[in-house]
């Protein structure tokens, strides 16, 4: 198991929905649970994540930095359990738990 | 000593049979091999049937068993090395070059014997390739074949599976060569000929039915949300886009997903009697719900399937059935029928950033079957159809002779597994090529030939792309996290986006919150079954209720 912590310079867009929460796939081999949450991060937002498979901290910087890129979210926690899933698949979960929120 | 005339050596080998079993055509299954030594003669060329789903398996087991001092130096020509027994010939010293066009599960040994040097390559085929040249240059001396029934006349009953026998049959009858036959059962009451008595030397009567392989069976159970996301990708801004008739897909869980979609997203995107209404394809069991909602005209049959036999009997508008009402499918038609498609759609395991494809890799020879036929742009096709000249409009746009274009899309993963990208700069195929002493690398489907490729960051279209960089960056562009796709000039991607070359989900108005499994019209199975109205019998490793 490994812990990693990431904060970025958000986006244009804070959560709209009003929501206090959305929740995006399961933990399961190849696959992972993302929990958004709003969150007042002064603009920015976090990443907290607990991974079965260490050593990918390059991989979840890029991943998550195209996400931001492309979604341009700001103060959101992203709350993530990971089970070995590959890069596609967190770009999907991500993409889905901010469309819950936003 | 055999004659260097053929047919003297074929009247040869005759009377020496004749003179050990007697007259009649009728091999008794325990002389098989006694039999196969008076009939093969040191360098023949063996043409053996076995192809990705019906095994020539006793016959092969048979062949193995043979005194390599009496038979040795055996040209082996075959659609797939698919039995341990085709590569124990060589290890026995029976054969010494293969022909073939799929090697599956026998791949990983394949390359092994070929880098000790036990198994020398002719050429690596597609199908109709290797079968037109049976009539060519490697005709053969000796045609193993199989079928489900033969009568003592060699009238042959070949089934669902009917796939290359005719082809096969035919080049060797008709080419001084002996047809020999390993059947289910030897009957006086044959439900239908599929191959006349004519064109067979000899049937045997095999102890056991042989073995037929359910490849084209896909759980829909299996079926995740990312390969959803890329089949709603690929609807919308292909199928909807293009409106294509005539199609083939290829065997994975990616085309499984579109087949499963039709009925639901389909239906959405408005294709249901626009699109996709004939087909070049094996009885899918996943094509099932999109038949039952009135998708599918007609299905030209390249093999059959395990398990579908009812389903397809009860459909006899859509499936190619005898006056027997089984199923007759024809592995030379269904490809050519394939190959003058409006589109493919398949996946391979490796994609260069110039969009060349292989499913070879250094350890694995796995070789191409029938993919190549069907995904290449073919420039022998002459009629028109509108996703043809739509396909034509963008690939030849301002230039002065207008043509159309197939549509040939690749569909696959980013990466096969977390630490195998699909996407690599450099092909295996090139290790192999070493390997195997060829003088090029063994591509599957050459890059100017694709026009899509699509994965779950996006649709590139290679249509549009005007300089060999454009394709590159194209490429990159939906190439995910794998180091390919990590490599991208980012500007050029931006512009390729700006101007629809590439599109991401975004772009075609699909939410990640849409896509799930819900969508799917059989999540099981079983569900499978239920559209089927209980004809469809599933294998048993598939049945889990």
């Not at chain 1, 929740?23 to 991974?51: C, I, K």
């Not at chain 2, 207008?402 to 993963?413: D, H, I, N, T, Y």
Request: charged fraction near 25%; glycine fraction near 10%.
């Amino acid at each position: 198991m490994e812990h990693l912590s990431f904060e970025f310079d958000g986006g244009v867009h804070a959560p709209k929905s009003g929501k206090a929460y959305a929740v995006a796939g399961v933990v399961a081999s190849s696959n992972l649970e993302v929990l958004a949450q709003p969150q007042e991060l002064g603009g920015r937002v976090r990443f907290e994540v607990d991974t079965t498979a260490a050593h990918f901290q390059d991989a979840w910087r890029a991943v998550i930095t195209d996400f931001i890129e492309r979604r341009q979210p700001r103060d959101v926690l992203f709350s993530i359990n990971d089970f070995a899933a590959i890069p596609p698949v967190v770009s999907l979960r991500l993409d889905q738990a901010w469309e819950g929120l936003e | 000593m055999s004659s260097p005339d053929k047919v003297a050596r074929r009247t040869e080998k005759l009377a020496r049979v004749a003179k050990a079993f007697g007259p009649g055509k009728v091999i008794p299954a325990a002389r098989t091999v006694e039999f196969l030594e008076l009939i093969l003669s040191p360098g023949d060329r063996l043409v053996h049937e076995g192809d990705n789903q019906k095994q020539g398996d006793f016959l092969a087991e048979k062949l193995a068993q043979m005194d390599p001092k009496k038979v040795h130096g055996l040209k082996l020509a075959l659609s797939c090395i698919g039995l341990p027994e085709h590569l124990d010939l060589f290890e026995n010293g029976i054969a010494e070059v293969v022909d073939f066009a799929y090697a599956g599960p026998q791949g990983g040994r394949l390359a092994e014997l070929v880098g000790n040097g036990t198994v020398k390559i002719g050429a690596v085929h597609t199908y109709v390739e290797l079968i037109a040249r049976y009539f060519a240059e490697l005709r053969p001396d000796v045609a193993c074949l199989v079928a489900v029934d033969a009568d003592a006349e060699g009238n042959l009953y070949t089934g669902s599976n009917t796939e290359e026998t005719p082809a096969l049959a035919e080049a060797a009858a008709f080419g001084g060569g002996i047809v020999v036959v390993q059947a289910n059962t030897l009957t006086d009451n044959l439900r239908r000929i599929d191959i006349p008595g004519e064109w067979v030397d000899f049937v045997i009567e095999s102890p056991k039915p042989f073995h037929l392989e359910p490849l084209f069976t896909k759980d829909p159970a299996l079926i995740d949300e990312t390969r959803i996301l890329m089949a709603m990708m690929t609807m919308k801004a292909i199928y909807q886009k293009y409106l294509p008739k005539v199609l083939n897909h290829g065997v994975g869980f990616n085309t499984a997903a579109i087949e499963l979609l039709l009925p639901t997203y389909g239906e959405e995107l408005g294709l249901k009697g626009k699109a996709c209404t004939h087909w070049a394809l094996n009885p899918h069991p996943t094509m099932i719900p999109a038949i039952e909602s009135g998708f599918v005209e007609a299905i030209a049959c390249i093999g059959g399937e395990v398990g579908m036999e009812d389903y397809v009997a009860s459909k006899p508008d859509i499936f190619p059935l005898g006056h027997d009402g089984s199923l007759r499918s024809n592995r030379f038609y269904g490809q050519m029928a394939g190959h003058y498609a409006d589109m493919f759609v398949g996946a391979t395991l490796q994609i260069d950033p110039f969009g060349n494809s292989s499913t070879v890799t250094a350890d694995r020879l796995a070789g191409f079957g029938g993919a190549p036929n069907f995904g290449a742009e073919n420039r022998s096709r002459r009629h028109l159809s509108e996703a043809y000249l739509r396909a034509g409009a963008e690939a030849h746009q301002g230039e002065f002779m207008p043509q159309g274009r197939k549509l040939v899309v690749q569909m696959v993963e980013t990466f096969q597994s977390a630490n195998t990208p699909t996407f690599v700069e450099r092909l295996e195929a090139w290790e192999a090529m070493k390997t195997a002493g060829f003088a090029i690398p063994p591509v599957m489907i050459y890059g100017d030939d694709v026009s899509h490729v699509v994965t779950e960051e996006g649709v590139a279209n290679l249509l549009l792309c005007r300089t060999i960089e454009e394709r590159e960056q194209a490429v990159r562009g939906v190439a995910g996290f794998t180091p390919v796709g990590l490599k991208r000039d980012r500007t050029m991607v931006a512009n390729l986006r700006d101007r629809g070359i590439i599109q991401r989900a975004e772009d075609l108005g699909i939410r990640k919150s849409d896509v799930s499994r819900d969508r799917l019209a059989a999540r099981s199975i079983h569900d499978l079954v239920r559209w089927s109205g209980g004809l469809y019998n599933p294998p048993s490793r598939f049945r889990n209720w």
